[in-house]
């Protein structure tokens, strides 16, 4: 009977064991954008599981994901990658290209080719004195005051049939009015407030990515400061602090401020 309460425990520890290694699966890789000078971190989106991180300023990114979830790579400027991850995939890491948008330029036609007679030319490209004076008494009409009210743009209710949304509430409306007031409003930061948003940044967001490149406490305050001043920081996420944003937000200054200052970190 002894055996039997021993067997029975032991395949218990092995089952919990065995979840919690399931629970617990991640997968890792790096995001490859095919610019070196690129220092601006990807957002990585679990969409079947509603997770989401950023990657380092070198690309690594390592997320909770199991087989058959769907990963959303996300970057300002570039097309988004989705990746359903497959059974080979869970054991071995990912490298994923992000392609940058092209920027299309419009076409610019010139439909007169000058003579280089000022005469000829001057009179084809400068607009005709009566069209001069016709937008001349237009722009004087526009301005001048009504002489007469406006009659009303409306359909007379014998014409119109009943109206459904009497009396209905406007659920959109009610939505956003509730998403207004649950957001605080963005408001100028005081000396006090600003001082106070970068103790709390100091405490809470992690800062590693500034020590691998050799800085200092005193040289990531100087940076903190011009973050502050770039971004706008304290103004903007002080009453709406959010760690991933504001992590994301100091990585965007890093990249300028690193160029600026020819920062190079330390290889892994």
Not at 96 to 116: A, C, D, F, N, S
Not at 179 to 188: E, I, M, N, Q, S
């Amino acid at each position: 009977m002894e055996m039997i309460y021993t067997g029975r425990f032991l395949f218990l520890v092995l089952f919990c064991f065995a979840s919690g290694l399931w629970a617990q699966q991640k997968i890792s890789g790096k995001v490859i954008t095919g610019n070196e000078l690129d220092l601006t971190p990807v957002l990585v989106v679990n969409i079947s599981q509603g997770k989401s991180m950023l990657s380092d300023m070198s690309g690594k990114f390592e997320i909770e994901a199991k087989e058959n979830d769907e990963i959303r790579f996300v970057k300002e400027g570039y097309y988004r990658v989705d990746k359903k991850i497959t059974s080979e995939e869970m054991n071995s890491p990912l490298n994923i290209i992000l392609k940058r948008m092209e920027i299309q330029i419009p076409e610019v036609k010139i439909t007169y080719k000058p003579t280089g007679n000022l005469a000829k030319d001057n009179q084809h490209l400068n607009e005709s004195r009566k069209l001069q004076s016709l937008k001349s008494d237009m722009e004087e009409y526009m301005k001048s005051p009504l002489n007469q009210p406006l009659p009303t743009n409306a359909i007379s209710k014998t014409f119109t049939g009943h109206d459904f949304n009497a009396g209905q509430v406007n659920l959109f409306g009610v939505f956003n009015a509730v998403k207004k007031l649950a957001k605080p409003k963005v408001t100028k930061a005081n000396y006090n407030e600003t001082q106070d948003f970068l103790k709390r940044v100091k405490t809470q967001v992690n800062l590693n990515f500034l020590k691998k490149y050799g800085m200092d406490e005193e040289q990531i305050d100087t940076f903190l400061l011009y973050a502050e001043k770039t971004r706008s920081l304290a103004k903007r996420y002080r009453k709406d602090f959010q760690i991933s944003v504001v992590e994301y937000e100091l990585k965007i200054a890093f990249g300028e401020y690193s160029k600026m200052n020819k920062l190079e970190g330390t290889k892994e």
